[in-house]
């Protein structure tokens, strides 16, 4: 069973960058089969979907509250979905994860509809603040 491992989170000041990493621990998956999505989670809250990529690569979404800001990506050649997280705000601070659902060779949109994925990270922390 595929089991991600996130890993880039810390803290960081307000306007700074965070580039946060989505592997397979196992690399027998190959993470171009599944759709990928990142979360995100604070104190209080309800887990929020960010932004999602297709297997293909050629389709990605992203929630209004992180638009513009953040940007999701493939490396094809390492196997790793990556967030890059610019602008930070305070209220970006949470617990983010990576989730994967497998799709396998046809290529399909992603949404940002948490139960539609299968696989979850145990999570990395962000901490905005100065």
């Known amino acids: 069973q595929l089991q991600l491992v996130e890993s880039g989170g810390g803290l960081v000041r307000p306007g700074g960058s965070l580039r946060l990493s989505c592997t397979a621990s196992?690399?027998?998956?190959?993470?171009?089969?599944?759709?990928i999505g990142w979360f995100r989670q604070a104190p209080g809250k309800e887990r929020e979907g960010l932004s999602c990529v297709s297997n293909s690569g050629t389709s990605t979404l992203y929630a209004d509250s992180v638009q513009d800001r953040f940007t999701i990506s493939r490396d094809k050649a390492k196997n790793t979905v990556h967030l890059q997280m610019n602008s930070l705000k305070p209220e970006d601070t949470a617990i983010y994860y990576c989730?994967?659902?497998?799709?396998?060779?046809?290529?399909?949109?992603?949404?940002?509809?948490?139960?539609?994925?299968?696989?979850w990270g145990q999570g990395t922390q962000v901490t905005v603040s100065s």
């Open positions: 989730a994967a659902r497998w799709i396998g060779d046809v290529s399909v949109a992603c949404n940002l509809w948490s139960p539609y994925f299968r696989s």
């Open positions: 196992d690399s027998g998956f190959n993470l171009d089969y599944y759709v």
